[in-house]
């Protein structure tokens, strides 16, 4: 299983972004995925879930209303979509596949990780 994020890049404050992991050796499909990010210093944490399986979404309170996690039809490629980007913004961002349900996007409910893209806000 390998996931690939990519899309990062440097930005200033208020421009929008699109990241996108690509999926090999297993489908989106069903399984609960998500976007988290790592900011300097700080621990990693979530960002985006989507449990498909209970039609759940969960955003992490600082990015909702401006940050939107979808998949396409394939069930390969999965995106997050940001806009109105902040500094606080700034991180490394990972996608992340559970093979259970993970509503509440938590960090140890997730077996496969990409290694991530760094996104940069400069205000």
């Known amino acids: 299983v390998q996931l690939v994020e990519s899309g990062g890049r440097l930005v200033r404050e208020g421009e929008s972004l699109r990241l996108s992991c690509s999926a090999t050796g297993i489908h989106f499909g069903d399984h609960t995925v998500g976007w988290f990010r790592q900011a300097p210093g700080k621990a990693r944490e979530g960002v985006a879930c989507?449990?498909?399986?209970?039609?759940?979404?969960f955003y992490e309170d600082s990015v909702k209303g401006r940050f939107t996690i979808s998949r396409d039809k394939s069930g390969r490629t999965l995106y997050l979509q940001m806009n109105n980007l902040r500094p606080e913004d700034t991180g490394v961002y990972y996608c992340?596949?559970?093979?259970?349900?993970?509503?509440?996007?938590?960090?140890?409910?997730?077996?496969?990780w990409g290694l991530g893209t760094q996104v940069t806000v400069s205000s």
């Open positions: 992340a596949i559970a093979l259970d349900i993970a509503a509440l996007c938590r960090e140890f409910e997730f077996r496969y």
């Open positions: 989507h449990s498909r399986q209970i039609g759940s979404r």
